[in-house]
């Protein structure tokens, strides 16, 4: 079974609906991620988590939402999507490091979310 | 602001070649550098990270280079194999774990 599992796979949507994207991981992990991946920008952060009572925004966050309802899951909602919004969506996890440190951080297989 | 940005967006090699992408980076206080390949379908896996304080760290294949002085990163994968075909990204992390990456280089590998 894989470590980190993102549901749905695939969606497609209209503007303004609500949409919640989740990840659960079995890998034990304080720390979650959402990325987001749109063609020639790479991946960019939307929040992250670095434990259930601990959310941060990161570079992306507007038009975005997260709920960390247990140390295994991590929710990413679109309050009211938009077409611009129509992008790849992988959620991440890792151990934690201190400042200055880094520990590796496992990807999820990724939601392809279409806002029409 | 930050930023991390590749040279060539498609890299076209033989099997058996060596290939090397390479990575410039702007943020001169990132802690360390890290590869990831992403393969059509999937999320991006892990390669190899390096601390900013080395110039240079191999793994099974593959080696990373890191010039400060030109704020340059480069990986590169001895023998590429057909299964080497994917996307790689270059990335920093700063502060806590937080991940800036780059914008992907395409590696194809021809038999």
């Known amino acids: 079974d894989a470590d980190v599992t993102q549901t749905p796979r695939n969606r497609i949507t209209k503007t303004g609906k609500r949409i919640m994207l989740e990840c659960s991981q079995t890998?034990?992990?304080?720390?979650m991620y959402w990325y987001r991946q749109d063609p020639g920008l790479g991946l960019r952060l939307i929040y992250y988590?670095?434990?259930?009572?601990?959310?941060n925004k990161g570079e992306i966050s507007d038009g975005y939402s997260v709920s960390r309802q247990a140390q295994a899951k991590f929710s990413l909602s679109l309050e009211s999507a938009i077409p611009n919004q129509t992008a790849l969506y992988f959620c991440?996890?890792?151990?934690?490091?201190?400042?200055?440190?880094?520990?590796?951080?496992?990807f999820g297989p990724g939601t392809r979310l279409t806002v029409l | 602001g930050e930023s991390v940005g590749l040279h060539l967006p498609t890299l076209s090699v033989q099997e058996g070649d060596n290939s090397i992408i390479n990575c410039a980076y702007s943020n001169s206080a990132s802690d360390y550098f890290i590869w990831y390949k992403q393969e059509s379908g999937k999320g991006p896996q892990f390669i190899i990270d390096?601390?900013?304080?080395?110039d240079k760290r191999q793994g099974q294949r593959v080696t990373v280079l890191l010039n400060k002085t030109v704020k340059h990163l480069s990986l590169q994968i001895a023998a590429t194999q057909p299964g080497d075909s994917a996307v790689y990204f270059c990335a920093e992390s700063t502060g806590f774990q937080k991940l800036v990456f780059g914008t992907g280089t395409r590696l194809l590998v021809s038999p």
């Open positions: 390096i601390r900013s304080n080395m």
């Open positions: 991440a996890t890792s151990e934690p490091a201190g400042m200055g440190s880094y520990n590796e951080q496992f």
């Open positions: 988590s670095f434990d259930v009572k601990d959310i």
């Open positions: 890998k034990g992990h304080d720390r």
